[in-house]
């Protein structure tokens, strides 16, 4: 059962209204500047471009509010470690009667999402992305949050999907069940015994700035954790390609072990979206479970 304020922390209730609103209760220096939704800007959470450079982000559902307090305390301290710029946290929203959960100012990072962008050479932003991902795995772990419910448990065993991809594997039929299954099976027989670093938790297309055709940011840490990485190898069955997947897959150097828990992440996603709407995530499913067959 929902509370009251649960029912106020949805996607369908944010609007440009309420922005200007919660900027003129907690920040009125910056209340009267141009704002406007972005597009594509996430399904976890709701952003607004703020005049030229910062944009205003919230969450779209309860299940989302703890990612908002980890990116706030944590990006300050992974930023200046990293490769590739992340979201810089400008200013911190409390919660109010008007939006009961916590939300955020960050600065602006200029460039196109990846699924919509021109990219000049893709092995090097496979190597670029990777560089970021090792370079994020060698932060300090002190005090990081475990896997848990604010990283959709990315990181975390995948014993905790067993049950529903049982669930699910009926979506899918003969030797597309077989090998999902297989791989799942191979995925728990993998389990991750080593030192628990840091990962993204969502490498997606939506996720990944592009500039002058090449890989400028890295956004959305809301699924990270200090874990197993393995969720992190994704990319390599939902968009690298040839020559760049190789270079990705060289350059990111994690074990066979790993690897095989990554096959295990793309099948539990892949299950869950095959029979999704829109028709762009049934595509993806598609694809990520012929690029899984095409490897046994």
């Known amino acids: 059962m929902s509370t009251g304020a649960d ?6 209730r944010i609007d440009a209204g309420l922005v200007r609103a919660l900027l003129v209760e907690q920040h009125p220096r910056w209340a009267d500047l141009p704002l406007r939704p972005v597009d594509h800007g996430g399904n976890d959470h709701r952003m607004f471009r703020l005049g030229d450079d910062l944009a205003v982000r919230l969450p779209s559902a309860p299940g989302y509010v703890p ?7 944590w990006l300050p301290r992974l930023g200046p470690h990293l490769p590739l710029p992340v979201p ?19 600065g602006w990072l200029p460039g196109t999402p990846l699924a919509r962008a021109r990219v000049d050479d893709p092995v090097r932003l496979a190597a670029d992305l990777a560089g970021f991902l090792v370079a994020l795995r060698g932060c300090d772990t002190a005090g990081a949050p475990a896997p848990g419910l604010h990283s959709a448990f990315r990181g975390g065993p995948l014993e905790h999907w067993d049950d529903e991809v049982g669930d699910i594997l009926h979506r899918v039929h003969g030797r597309e069940r077989d090998v999902a299954a ?8 993998a389990p991750f015994t080593g030192e628990p670093t840091w990962l993204h938790g969502d490498v997606a ?7 002058d055709g090449a890989l400028a940011a890295v956004l959305d840490l809301g699924c990270s954790a200090v874990g197993d990485t393995a969720c992190d190898t994704t990319p390599v069955w939902t968009w690298l390609t040839g020559a760049a997947r190789d270079v990705f ?4 150097g994690v074990d066979d072990a790993t690897w095989a828990r990554g096959r295990g992440w793309a099948v539990w996603k892949a299950l869950i979206l095959v029979t999704n709407e829109p028709p762009e995530q049934r595509r993806l499913a598609r694809h990520v479970l012929d690029e899984l067959l095409a490897g046994v």
């Open 182 to 189: 297989g791989l799942w099976r191979d995925a728990l027989a």
């Open 205 to 211: 297309v939506n996720n990944l700035l592009v500039r």
């Open 67 to 73: 990612q908002v307090a980890k990116e706030q305390t």
């Open 88 to 106: 810089e946290v400008r200013a911190v929203g409390e919660p109010s009667e008007r939006f009961p959960a916590p939300w955020s100012v960050y």
């Open 7 to 12: 029912d106020l922390v949805r996607g369908d």
């Open 249 to 252: 897959r060289a350059e990111l």
